[in-house]
């Protein structure tokens, strides 16, 4: 039988995420980050988007209302990470998170992209990047993709907002 591959269209459609306090989520993913509100599911959950797609982004209580995050060193969701289209648009959302005190966990440049590391109200891994055009991909001998992790000059980036 011929090993399975899956399908080169496939993408990541959705997260939905079990947040401890609703309000506070929304207050971040739409308030800070932007996301469009789609619909109100009662008084448990939420969905948002970016550019009228019916949801991005779940919000729920349904198993988590006023608990605790996960401890560290369990599993668990690592980051999710949003796509922005441009090193501006990147640039953009950094000077809105510095606007509401938002504090980063870290910024990098991989050559591939460049990327923003922050946590949620509710300590989820958030990544904010945009990936350079593949042209400017750094590539090994082989021509294989070869990323790294460098420092990202917020500094500099601040500049293309």
């Known amino acids: 039988m011929a090993k399975y591959e899956i399908p080169k269209g496939v993408r990541v459609g959705h997260i939905h995420l ?8 929304l207050g971040f993913y739409h308030g800070v980050l932007g996301f469009e509100v789609m619909q109100h599911f009662g008084q448990s959950a939420v969905f948002l ?23 560290e060193g369990t599993t668990g969701l690592y980051h999710v990470a949003f796509l922005y289209p441009t090193r501006r648009d990147l640039a953009q959302v950094l000077r809105q998170l510095m606007s509401q005190g938002v504090e980063l966990d870290g910024a990098a440049d991989h050559g591939v992209s460049e990327a923003l590391y922050l946590r949620d109200p509710d300590g989820n891994g958030v990544e904010l990047y945009w990936d350079r055009p593949m042209a400017e991909w750094p590539r090994d001998a082989k021509g294989g993709v070869e990323m790294f992790t460098r420092p990202l000059d917020l500094a500099a980036l601040l500049l293309d907002a």
């Open 18 to 25: 079990k947040v401890s306090n609703l309000a506070r989520a």
């Open 49 to 71: 988007s970016a550019g009228g797609y019916h949801h991005h982004i779940g919000l729920n209580i349904w198993e988590s209302r006023d608990g605790a995050a996960p401890a």
